[in-house]
């Protein structure tokens, strides 16, 4: 009988699209991963980690550009497709108008944390994170909103094919320049370059496929800011809180550590992908389910949590056996990037009920609450790195993290309550 049952099985929507999108996101971490060893390899634990350094600045400020319009897309899709047109425009409106504030802060704030870094280096990430990579999330995000999870994936997968030519460009490059810091501004210039192509390939398939944005007044203008800012918050806090380690590292430690540590998270975020793939996959339903509440929402992140808890505890185990080998792979420079694994392996696991709570808050248009949870841990992350970095190291940074998890993960779960209580 079970044998029938299981020759019998048809898998449903969501679970077609969480292994859609779990291999267009997997191509993209191979492509990732390609792009890392090359990158790691050439510039050494020193470049390497003023270049994760600067990522992890510009990704902070780059989750503004845009006010959460993204996410807003994703909402107006899924519940009504006719509204894309009017919706794709004000999001670009938005992206347009946010830009030129947020480079500024982001121009700031790399002069007082990131001062030795060169400004060609901090200008070919930023043009990369903060002007390009917010357009090919915006289109990603459109299709998302449609359930066409293979095109979303695609389109990810995008900028990083263009950034491991770049890196292929890179290694040629390396028979001519002679030291790191050329090959590092070399690496800069080439970023911006990919990120560029890849966002004109995206609007080009977009404009193919769904049609030009239609404007539609300043009063969806002002709807999208309403409903979008507290996304914007959400997203920057999350990147605050994943990155803020790599650039306080460079800041308060030394580069060879933060390009160390950024080396064995590389690793662990890579893990992260199918999590994503599932919650992103689910992400229009819950948003449908979340339109009467957080009860919705709820139950739909509820079906989500035993196969994830499967995966995480997977992955916790794998990491810890292969961590040996992430010397072998990268270099003698990264000896010590075995032991960041091996402490962050159980992140993911860690992780997943924040995650979850997480989803289900934003999704039923509570989005303020959790914004207010998730950009609390993240500066109780950041204020822990702060302390704990000159004490510890890398060690402070990685502790820092799971204490953050863990607050943000109660946080969310006393919210969740009270908007169930209210």
Not at 194 to 204: D, H, N, P, Q, T
Not at 365 to 376: P, Y
Not at 397 to 416: I, K, P
Request: charged fraction near 10%; charge should be positive.
């Amino acid at each position: 009988m079970a044998v029938a049952a299981l020759k019998n099985y048809r898998p449903g929507k969501l679970a077609r699209d969480t292994v859609v999108l779990s291999v267009g996101l997997g191509l993209r971490a191979v492509a990732q991963a390609g792009v890392f060893l090359i990158i790691a390899r050439l510039l050494g634990s020193e470049g390497y980690g003023a270049f994760s350094a600067a990522l992890a600045l510009a990704g902070a400020w780059g989750c503004f550009v845009g006010l959460g319009g993204q996410a807003i897309l994703i909402r107006d899709v899924a519940r009504d497709p006719a509204r894309f047109a009017q919706s794709f425009a004000a999001s670009l409106a938005i992206l347009g108008l946010s830009l030129p504030p947020i480079g500024g802060f982001y121009v700031l704030s790399a002069h007082w944390l990131l001062p030795e870094l060169p400004w060609p280096l901090l200008a070919g990430v930023g043009l990369g994170e903060l002007v390009f990579l917010p357009l090919v999330n915006l289109v990603a995000c459109a299709y998302q909103g449609f359930e066409r999870m293979g095109r979303s994936a695609r389109i990810q997968l995008a900028p990083v094919l263009t950034r491991l030519a770049g890196a292929g460009l890179l290694v040629a490059a390396a028979f001519r320049f002679g030291g790191t810091d050329d090959l590092l501004l070399g690496w800069a210039g080439l970023y911006a370059a990919a990120s560029g192509l890849a966002a004109w390939y995206v609007i080009a398939v977009a404009r193919r496929d769904l049609g030009g944005p239609v404007w539609a007044g300043w009063r969806s203008l002002r709807e999208h800011l309403r409903a979008g800012v507290p996304f914007a918050f959400l997203g920057s806090a999350h990147k605050l809180y994943v990155d803020a380690d790599k650039f306080l590292l460079a800041n308060l430690s030394t580069l060879e550590t933060a390009g160390m540590y950024s080396a064995g998270y590389r690793f662990v975020d890579l893990a992260f992908l199918p999590l994503y793939s599932l919650l992103s996959a689910a992400a229009p339903r819950l948003f449908r389910a979340g339109a009467g509440g957080t009860a919705g929402a709820l139950k739909g992140v509820t079906s989500l949590a035993l196969p994830a808890l499967g995966y995480c505890l997977t992955v916790a185990v794998g990491l810890t056996l292969l961590a040996p080998y992430l010397p072998w792979l990268l270099g003698r420079d990264y000896e010590d990037a075995m032991t960041v694994v091996r402490w962050l392996a159980w992140l993911p696991l860690a992780s997943l009920p924040k995650l979850l709570l997480h989803y289900a808050l934003a999704t039923s248009d509570a989005q303020m609450r959790c914004m207010a949870a998730l950009l609390g841990g993240a500066l109780l992350n950041a204020g822990l790195n702060v302390w704990w970095i000159p004490l510890w190291g890398w060690q402070g940074a990685a502790l820092a993290t799971f204490v953050a998890e863990g607050a943000m993960a109660v946080l969310l779960l006393g919210l969740m309550i009270w908007s169930e209580k209210k």
